[in-house]
Nanobody, 127 residues
């Protein structure tokens, strides 16, 4: 079993920055190492959507078009953390942000391929 805990959410004005962090614990090596860990977000009344992902083996990254160039996902293997640096934030980035990890590698953008989920952290961007 793997536990994911997000932190770093908050309120910011448009154009500002926030850094989210996801701390993983548990059976990391046997359960999720080598697969994608991703950030998803869900705004009220909308479906959960992919934001960014990192392949824990090798560090390859993927981004949704709406955040590419503004968000950066990184991992610290020694600390078992996945961070999401968000810059030039827009009001439409307002959502609950979730960290998720795959048990088996699959499409990074498909939430159905992720087995482990955190509780989420709220990001609010005001205009």
């Amino acid at each position: 079993q793997v536990s994911l805990v997000e932190s770093g959410g908050g309120s910011v004005q448009a154009g500002g920055s926030l850094r989210l962090s996801c701390a993983a614990s548990g059976n990391i090596e046997s359960s999720i190492r080598g697969n994608f860990i991703a950030w998803f977000r869900q705004a009220p009344g909308k479906e959960r959507e992919e934001v960014a992902a990192i392949l824990t083996a090798g560090g390859a990254t993927s981004y949704a078009g709406s955040v590419e160039g503004r968000f950066t996902i990184t991992q610290d293997v020694t600390k078992n953390t996945i961070d999401l640096q968000m810059s030039r934030l827009k009001p439409e980035d307002t959502a609950m942000y979730y960290c998720a990890a795959q048990e088996w590698i699959g499409a990074w953008y498909d939430p159905k391929t992720y087995k482990f989920w955190g509780q989420g952290t709220q990001v609010t961007v005001s205009s």
